[in-house]
C-alpha cells in the first residue's frame, strides 16, 4: 500500500529533487577575436542581460567599475527586488526577470555574498551558481534557516560559502513562483528541459555581466544541480558544448545526488514505465503537477495524531515522516532523510528535529511544471529521442559527484563516464552498514542536516577553491 501510495498519489515526490530560442545547438561556431567576450554574451541571451545588469546595479549600488551609464530608477529590467541581511556581513540579495509575454514566465535570481560595508560586495571571489532540483526554490534549498523559525537564521550551504568568500548565485525556475491560486497552467505547456536550460544560462549571463561590471571578472561559473537539477545542469552541458567559448556559462560541474544515466536495467526500465505513466497525462492538457509538502506539513503540525487520508493507518505526522525518512523510490533503498524506527514506523528524524523537516515541507512551491517531469524521465530511462544528451561526450569541464549513500549513492557514477571530462571525483558519503541503509545519511540531508557542512558542504568548498 505505502509504495503504491508513493507512485501514484504523490509522483512528484519520487525526486526532490522561453523565450524560447531554437532548441537545435549552433553547431561549433567560432568565437570571433575582434568581437569583445561581454558582447558575445549579451547576443546569445533571449533577453538583454546587460540591461538587466544595468539596472540591477542602478538599484543596489553596488560600485561599478566599468564606464557605463546607470538608468535611472524608472528603467528597470527586473522586479521585486530586496536586500536581506542574514547575519553579520552576509547579505542575500534576489529579483526576478520577465522571461516572456505571459506573466507568470519570470525567473528568480539570487546573490548570496560577504559584504565589506553595506551595497559594497567583495571582489573577485570565485563565482558559483546553484540550480534547485523538484519541488524546492534556491532559498528553500540554500537558505533553509530563513524559512524555519526552528533553525538559525544564517544556516545554510549559502551562508556557510560566501562566508568563505565564495559569490553564490543561483535561479528559481519559473515554475516555482506560480501562485497556489493559479488553476489555468496553459502557460506552462512548453515549460521542459529546454525551458529550464534557456533560463538557467539567462540567468548565469545576468551574473556574469554584474561581476564584471563590478570588478571580479568574466570568468564562467562552477555550477552545482540538486536532483532534478542534475539533468537541467548537464543538459546546459550538453547546449554549451555547440556554442563559442565566449558564451559557455560553466567551467566545472558539481552534480549533487542524481544518477543521470545507468547501466542498471531495473533503473531504466522504471523510469521508462514511469516516463509512460506521466506524459499521457501532460497529452491530456494537464500541465501542472501538485507539490504534496506543504499541505502534507500542515497536517502534520496542526492535526499530528489525526488519521491521514494518504496513507492509510498512519498519523498525518506518521505520513510526514514517513515522506522524509522512508524508501519512497522502488529501484534503490533512496529517501530524504536519515530516519529514526520504531516497530518499522517512522518515529523521527536523525540529523535534525521533526518542527524542522515540517518546516522545510510548508515551505515548497504549490506547483511544478509536468513537461519538465515528463522529459526528465524519458532522458534518464533512456530509448527517447530526447536531444539533451546528444553531446555528453564533448563535455569537458572537471566533475565533482556528490552522492549519499542514503540516495543515489553509486549509481551516480556511471553517468560520469559518458562525459568526455578528463578530472571526475567522487565523494560517496556513506555511515552506515547496507543492512542500515534507511538510517543512512540522504537525498535532502546535503542541505539541511546538522552534519551537512563537514560532510558536504567543507569538501564541495575545498573543490571550488581549487578550481
Known amino acids: 500500500m505505502k509504495n503504491s501510495f508513493v507512485l501514484t498519489g504523490l509522483a512528484l515526490i519520487l525526486l526532490l529533487s522561453t523565450c524560447e530560442k531554437d532548441d537545435t545547438p549552433t553547431p561549433n561556431p567560432e568565437p570571433n577575436p575582434a568581437k569583445p567576450d561581454l558582447e558575445a554574451i549579451i547576443d546569445d541571451a533571449p533577453v538583454d542581460p546587460y540591461q538587466v545588469a544595468l539596472d540591477l546595479l542602478a538599484q543596489t549600488q553596488w560600485p561599478v567599475e566599468e564606464e557605463v551609464d546607470l538608468p535611472g530608477s524608472g528603467n528597470q529590467a527586473f522586479l521585486n527586488y530586496e536586500r536581506e541581511v542574514i547575519a553579520g556581513n552576509i547579505v542575500h540579495y534576489s529579483f526576478q526577470v520577465q522571461m516572456g509575454d505571459d506573466p507568470n514566465d519570470k525567473i528568480g535570481i539570487h546573490r548570496v555574498v560577504r559584504e565589506m560595508s553595506p551595497n559594497q560586495p567583495i571582489k573577485n571571489a570565485r563565482g558559483f551558481f546553484f540550480q534547485h532540483g523538484d519541488a524546492k526554490d534556491f532559498r528553500g534549498m540554500m537558505l533553509p534557516g530563513t524559512n524555519s523559525p526552528t533553525t538559525p537564521n544564517d544556516f545554510g550551504m549559502a551562508v556557510f560559502l560566501a562566508r568563505n568568500d565564495i559569490d553564490v548565485w543561483g535561479i528559481d525556475q519559473a515554475w516555482t513562483l506560480t501562485p497556489a491560486e493559479v488553476t489555468d497552467h496553459s502557460f506552462m505547456a512548453d515549460w521542459g528541459i529546454q525551458k529550464q536550460v534557456t533560463d538557467l544560462r539567462q540567468a548565469m549571463a545576468v551574473a556574469r555581466i554584474t561581476r564584471f561590471l563590478t570588478g571580479s571578472g568574466l570568468d564562467p561559473f562552477i555550477l552545482a544541480g540538486y536532483s532534478s537539477g542534475v539533468v537541467t545542469g548537464f543538459s546546459a552541458l550538453n547546449e554549451e558544448t555547440q556554442l563559442a567559448s565566449a558564451v559557455q556559462h560553466v567551467d566545472g560541474y558539481i552534480p549533487l545526488d542524481l544518477a543521470i544515466k545507468s547501466d542498471d536495467a531495473t533503473w531504466n526500465a522504471f523510469w521508462q514505465g514511469y516516463y509512460a505513466q506521466v506524459k ?132 551516480t557514477k556511471y553517468g560520469t563516464t559518458l562525459m568526455g571530462s578528463s578530472e571526475v571525483k567522487h565523494l560517496i558519503i556513506k555511515l552506515e552498514s547496507e543492512e542500515n541503509v534507511l538510517l543512512d545519511f540522504a537525498h535532502i540531508d546535503i542541505f539541511i542536516a546538522d552534519n551537512a557542512e563537514s560532510l558536504v558542504w567543507q569538501p564541495l568548498l575545498e573543490w571550488v577553491n581549487t578550481h
Open 280 to 411: 499521457p497525462v501532460y497529452d491530456s492538457g494537464e500541465f501542472a503537477e501538485l507539490v504534496p509538502f506543504q499541505p502534507l506539513g500542515q497536517l502534520a503540525r496542526n492535526s499530528p495524531s489525526g488519521d491521514s487520508e494518504f496513507i492509510p493507518g498512519f498519523t498525518n505526522l506518521q505520513t510526514a515522516l514517513f515522506m522524509g525518512i522512508g524508501p519512497v523510490f522502488e529501484v534503490v533503498p533512496f529517501h530524504y532523510l536519515a530516519g529514526e524506527w520504531e516497530n518499522n514506523l517512522p518515529a523521527g528524524v536523525q540529523y535534525l528535529t521533526i518542527d524542522q523537516w515540517l518546516d522545510f515541507m510548508e515551505s515548497a512551491p504549490p506547483y511544478q511544471s509536468r513537461l519538465f517531469i515528463v522529459e526528465y524521465a524519458g532522458l534518464l530511462g533512456g530509448g527517447n529521442d530526447l536531444p539533451f544528451d546528444d553531446y555528453f561526450s564533448d563535455i569537458t569541464v572537471p566533475i565533482f559527484n556528490i552522492s549519499p549513500a542514503g540516495g543515489f549513492g553509486e549509481y
